[in-house]
Nanobody
Framework: QVQLVESGGGLVQAGGSLRLSCAAS????????MGWYRQAPGKQRELVAA???????NYADSVKGRFTISRDNAKNTVYLQMNSLKPEDTAVYYC?????????????????WGQGTQVTVSS
């Protein structure tokens, strides 16, 4: 089983910055894609940014140029640096990690979600 622990959310004024972290632990064989999603009240969860094992990145249009996703493979950790934050960035942010884990059945595919961290941007 793979667990994810997020940190770094909080309250910030518009124009400010925050850095989110998400560390994966457990019986990890390998990690493929890592990403960040967010869900604002009354809205569907949406992809913010994703990064592959090779380092290729993908961003939502709304955050391009302001957010940067990165990963530390040695620490099984993904980061989201958020700059020039806007009130519309206010949401609960979730990390998502997909890969393969060791189990009694052998190596199996997994997909795990973090517990979510609140980001609030005041105007």
């Amino acid at each position: 089983q793979v667990q994810l622990v997020e940190s770094g959310g909080g309250l910030v004024q518009a124009g400010g910055s925050l850095r989110l972290s998400c560390a994966a632990s457990g019986s990890i064989f390998s990690i493929n894609a890592m990403g960040w999603y967010r869900q604002a009240p009354g809205k569907q969860r949406e992809l913010v940014a994703a990064i592959t094992s090779g380092g290729s990145t993908n961003y939502a249009d709304s955050v391009k140029g302001r957010f940067t996703i990165s990963r530390d493979n040695a620490k099984n950790t993904v980061y989201l640096q958020m700059n020039s934050l806007k009130p519309e960035d206010t949401a609960v942010y979730y990390c998502n990690v997909r890969g393969y884990s060791d189990s009694q059945l052998g190596v199996v595919e997994f997909g795990s979600w973090g517990q979510g961290t609140q980001v609030t941007v005041s105007s």
